[in-house]
């Protein structure tokens, strides 16, 4: 099955060829393109060999030489889910809101950037996608976004902005000193020896590092995303944080790990202080939040927070044993997957609470459960989600990563559970001041769910239980990428 | 097979209710009661046929690195705490719709209520520790459920959430405790850990502060002190949900728990030591509370609150047959209690003040007499269930640690006391308001579980019964007279009770230290203000000025002053992006080849 990977990417571009050519009917393309999206991501789960580590689906052409760029698509378990993760994301953030053609041509150039991100294996070319996905993101939030778009969007594009010339600038000197942009030749490199030699190597450590942490987003680089999620539209916020966040851990795994191992080590405990940081201080902020969409992006940061801890705990100076830092970085893919559904679904119905009301502080509502109790339901279950209840799927990520991390860094996961109590107090106080007490009267009018939004919700609802009760089958995915990857790091 | 009917056909009942028979109230009853009674029956023959044994399927398995099963565990205990909670649930479930009839969430109600016959019966079932915290963690979000039964009240959505957040918090210890123990011997299977125990316990400290994480778990879910602040507000829900999660089931999963990890708790000699005194305190200070609180749920609350303490306390003093025993006794007559007192709120159209009670005991004289059986085993009369297993345990305190004893026997003189006067004042003298003058008999749907549980009241504690179900403890060679103490101390409570509040119609003593809860809640209000709303605000505030104002517009400000550079950059002209590469490029060419 050659080309897989080409016409996953492709597809959504044509769409939006298409779709910018349409005059009416821009989203029900838009859909449509999402459908052979999903058809082409379940193929290419099909062909792959979940057994087998390493890249598989491969397809590699010279492409150009002289600056060492080469068209290199594959994947391996991690990338696989990823692209399964975007093609649910993207579908479902179409269904949140109404858009016009524009809005649904750049929304499918974010989605092929994403697939193209999750699948290069050059750095050349991944580098391309990498930034081909951040210009129609600020665009969506400049021209469709809410109050303080303008701001908002400008802090987003320059702050992510000046993180991707950094890492470009420390990619290009470790090019001209070591002739490769490939990945699997850089992770050799990084396992024999330094990349570069003495001062530089730590400079380009940091250009990337910059780079990446900027895009996950790690404390204290994070102060760009609760604007920016805020003033974007509900489905754009949706992509964000389901599938663009992701790129910055999977950067962080594909990239920085394999190649400063020592320099990770070496700056091991600052790291995992920086995670924990991220961890503890966002859902603090978040409780002092009256706008739900600033209060669930903050609990994003938090969610991500996880991840890293689980990469840096695989990583830190310390004893690492095998199994542990298997069970740590099985945790992080889990909670990268887990964390794109939920965290999408709580701004879809984010979305549907501001389309009700025309606001969303959190005190405009009250006593929703009498008046839409599917809505507050459904919701619900996506908010236990969020705060980890054991059934649902967010509780199996954060777990693995408590259980790797704390065998390899007691101290540091110890305050990072803290995290899982602070996200409970305000999800639990979000929910009390939505759904309990006497309804309001502004309230006294909304609809419950519409069949349209019961069939966008569904679907991710079901696959929370579905990870949350039988997890197993997800892991089978990654698994063997997973073992690769801690013998990798050990 | 057995196992798993037990455990998942009240998950299909709520499964059904919630997604299908949503509309039809009396259905989603008949189905929430006929699961009940099937987890029961295969429950009893479970416990008979003692050749079944436990089985155990994959739940999340990397071959050869970990195994987390969903495995279940089929001993002595296990079997007795599965025909004990079905039993008690079955009846709870049977008096429901009674107490229930008019409610519009009636569906909802009996969804919730399976899935927390779910859930508890999960954490008995459970043979690791994942699957333990799994569904310990779901009983949390039962009892979240049900205490918010009647959302639209403001203190009801307040109680739900304490009782969500408390038990959190005590879950975060439970968390680190079962990360300790997995971390240290490398399973989390508890018969894989037995053998194992010599890694944790061959370090003291490590062990110590393992099991004072593990007994943070059962702080929360058995409400001691200082996380027992959320049963009382608890009495917010409806009132068979506060016999059946609140009395006889919830709150002892943490003991439960405890006597399932004895093998490492009876470890620790200093854990011990505080969880018995974490017990002891729990028990007189609940009991102190007890005496001055004016709402019938809240008195059996406190009640309650107490009587975990006493058992908390026998695990703290290394006799979890004891402990176990205490339990066993206990889930009869405190749900014998709360449901007593559900019928006599239905009877008053949910007055719960007891000084707008009185002269119950004429109008309703089966709940009266029901009420009065389990009254008399909760302090320890003989010869009802209560005397034994409490005597049990004043014995072993007696044994093995004289102040213990002595605050344990005043808790059981106070509860003598203030149960008396529940019952004096709400059964005797004259009715004082209108609605106690009218009160009506419950139906019999009702009765009978009172009936039921009031035998079992009557006949829990003897030998010939309970011996079929429990190790029971042995403590009597040292202690011939401690009976004879506790009934003395039992006789003065109740004297004292009924010398003072006979024929009151309102109460003589006002003690605010004690009406007041000891200012817990205060005191928790002001810190949690205190604390985490001064946290979120410092935190915001970082976030909002400092981080972003000064490194993030001081920097643009840097970069403003770079001049046009970057301004041009941000503006996204293509001529300035080249422009910055190129530098950029120079600069790492200049470095690799001219340093």
Redesign the interface.
């Known amino acids: 099955m050659a080309g897989l990977i080409t016409t996953l990417i492709v597809t959504p571009l044509v769409g939006a060829l298409l779709v910018s050519a349409t005059r009416n009917y821009a989203r029900a393309l838009a859909l449509v393109f999402n459908l052979i999206t999903i058809i082409c991501a379940f193929i290419i789960w099909r062909n792959f060999d979940p057994g087998l580590p390493g890249l598989q689906l491969v397809e590699r052409h010279s492409w150009l030489p002289a600056i060492g760029a080469e068209y290199l698509f594959g994947i391996d378990g991690l990338c696989l889910l990823l692209v399964v993760l975007t093609s649910l994301v993207f579908p479902f953030a179409l269904l949140a809101q109404k858009m016009d053609r524009s809005f649904c041509a750049l929304m499918l150039i974010t989605q092929a950037a994403l697939y193209g991100t999750f699948t290069a294996h050059n750095f050349v070319l991944w580098f391309l996608f990498y930034e081909m996905s951040l210009v129609p993101a600020f665009l969506l939030i400049k021209m469709w976004g809410g109050e303080n778009r303008d701001r908002a969007a400008t802090k987003f594009f320059l702050y992510t902005f000046l993180g991707s010339v950094a890492m470009l600038l420390s990619f290009l000197g470790i090019y001209f000193a070591r002739g490769t942009f490939d990945f699997i030749s850089l992770a050799e490199l990084g396992k024999t020896g330094d990349v570069l030699p003495g001062k530089l190597k730590w400079l380009a450590f940091a250009g990337i590092f910059l780079g990446l942490a900027v895009k996950v987003p790690l404390f204290p680089f994070h102060t760009w995303l609760p604007d920016a999620y805020e003033a974007a539209p509900t489905g754009v916020s949706m992509v964000l944080t389901g599938a663009l966040s992701k790129m910055g851990v999977y950067g962080f795994i594909r990239l920085l790990l394999p190649l400063f191992p020592n320099e990770i080590a070496t700056l091991g405990p600052w790291l995992l202080t920086l995670t924990v940081c991220s961890i503890v201080i966002p859902p603090l902020v978040a409780w002092a939040q009256s706008d739900l969409k600033r209060m669930v992006a903050y609990l994003s940061i938090n969610h991500l927070g996880y991840c890293m801890l689980g990469l840096f705990a695989a990583t830190a100076p310390a004893v690492r044993p095998l199994e542990e830092m298997h069970a740590a970085l099985s945790g992080v893919v889990m909670q990268m997957f887990n964390h794109g559904i939920t965290a999408a679904a709580l701004f879809y119905f984010v979305g549907l609470l501001e389309q009700r009301r025309g606001s969303r502080g959190i005190d405009d509502f009250g006593g929703l459960m009498q008046r839409t109790p599917l809505l507050c339901g459904w919701m619900s279950v996506v908010m236990f989600s969020s705060l980890g209840l054991p059934g649902l799927n967010g509780f199996i990520g954060e777990f693995l990563i408590f259980k790797g991390s704390f065998a390899i860094a007691a101290g540091y996961t110890a305050v990072a559970v803290l995290g899982l109590l602070f996200t409970a107090v305000v999800f639990m106080r979000a929910m009390q001041s939505l759904f309990s007490g006497p309804l309001t009267r502004a309230c006294s009018t909304f609809l419950d769910l519409s069949s349209h939004e019961k069939w966008a919700i569904i679907p991710v609802t079901l696959l929370m239980f579905a990870i949350g009760i039988a997890p197993q089958f997800l892991f089978n995915i990654f698994n063997t990428t997973v073992v690769h990857m801690a013998r990798l790091l050990a | 097979m057995l196992p798993w009917l037990i455990l998942l056909a009240p998950l299909v009942s709520a499964a059904l209710i919630a997604l299908i028979t949503g509309r039809a109230r009396r259905l989603s009853a008949s189905i929430s009661v006929v699961a009940v009674l099937v987890s029961f029956i295969c429950s009893c023959i479970v416990f008979a046929k003692s050749e079944i044994a436990g089985t155990e399927i994959?739940?999340?398995?990397?071959q050869g690195?970990?195994r987390v099963p969903i495995g279940f565990v089929l001993d002595s205990l296990s079997r007795t705490m599965l025909v004990l909670v079905s039993g008690v649930g079955a009846l709870i479930h049977i008096y429901s719709p009674g107490y229930m009839r008019d409610d519009p969430g009636k569906s909802r109600y009996f969804a919730a209520l399976s899935l927390f016959m779910f859930s508890m019966l999960g954490i008995v079932l459970a043979n690791n520790f994942?699957m333990m915290?799994?569904?310990w963690?779901?009983v949390g979000?039962c009892s979240y459920l049900l205490i918010?039964h009647w959302?639209?009240?403001?203190s009801?959505?307040?109680a739900?959430?304490k009782a969500?957040?408390t038990n959190?918090?005590g879950d975060?210890g439970f968390?680190?405790g079962i990360?300790?123990v997995?971390?240290a011997t490398?399973s989390v299977i508890f018969d894989d850990i037995i053998p194992q125990t010599w890694r944790i316990t061959s370090n003291p400290t490590f062990l110590t502060i393992c099991v004072l994480l593990i007994f943070c778990g059962a702080v929360g879910k058995s409400a001691q002190f200082p996380l027992h602040v959320w049963l009382p507000d608890a009495m917010e829900g409806p009132t068979p949900i506060s016999a059946l999660i609140h009395a006889a089931t919830m709150v002892a999963a943490g003991v439960y728990m405890l006597v399932r990890v004895g093998f490492l708790v009876q470890a620790s000699p200093v854990a011990l030591g505080v969880i018995a005194w974490i017990g002891t305190v729990t028990a007189v200070m609940a009991a102190l509370i007890a005496t001055q609180q004016d709402d019938i749920k809240r008195i059996l609350a406190y009640s309650t609150l107490s009587q975990l303490g006493y058992m908390i306390m026998a695990v703290g003093l290394a006799s979890d047959e004891a402990a176990m025993f205490h339990l066993f006794t206990h889930a009869f007559f405190k749900a014998l209690l709360f449901l007593g007192a559900g019928s006599v709120l239905v009877a008053l159209h949910h007055e719960q003040n007891i000084w707008k009670m009185g002269g119950q005991g004429r109008n309703l004289f089966l709940t009266f007499v029901t009420f009065g059986i389990g009254m008399l085993a909760l302090i320890g009369c003989p010869p009802f269930a209560g005397f034994f297993s409490k005597d049990a345990i004043l014995s072993l305190a007696y044994n093995r640690n004289p102040a213990i004893f002595g605050v344990a026997l005043f808790t059981a003189f106070l509860t003598a006391f203030y149960m008396m006067r529940l019952f004096v004042v709400v059964f005797f003298g004259k009715p004082r308001s209108p609605a106690a003058k009218t009160s009506r008999e419950s139906p019999t749907s009702m009765l009978v579980p009172l009936a039921v549980l009031a035998l079992l009241s009557l006949f829990g504690g003897f030998h010939f019964f309970a011996s079929h179900f429990l190790t029971l403890p042995h403590e009597r060679e040292a202690a011939a007279f401690i009976p004879g103490i506790a009934l003395v101390a039992m006789l003065l409570g109740a004297a004292g009770a009924i010398i003072l509040y006979r024929r009151r119609i309102e109460d003589p003593l006002s003690i605010n230290l004690l009406r007041h809860k000891f200012y817990f809640d205060e005191l928790y209000r002001v810190l949690i203000n205190a604390t985490?709303?001064f946290?979120?605000?410092v935190?915001?505030f970082?976030?909002r000025w400092i981080?972003?104002a000064t490194?993030?517009r001081g920097s643009?400000g840097a970069t403003w002053s770079f001049g046009a550079l970057l301004r041009l950059?941000?503006v996204g002209n293509l001529q300035a992006y080249a422009f910055?590469?190129g530098l950029?490029?120079i600069?790492?060419?200049y470095?690799?080849l001219f340093?």
Do not use: K, T
């Open positions: 994959p739940w999340i398995e990397f690195i970990l994942v915290f799994i569904f963690e779901l979000l918010g959302f639209e009240r403001d009801a959505a307040d739900a959430n969500f957040i959190r918090i975060f968390m680190l990360l300790m997995w971390a490398g985490q709303g946290l979120a605000r935190s915001g970082i976030d981080i972003d490194i993030v643009s950059m941000q910055i590469f950029g490029i600069w790492i060419i470095f690799v340093r």
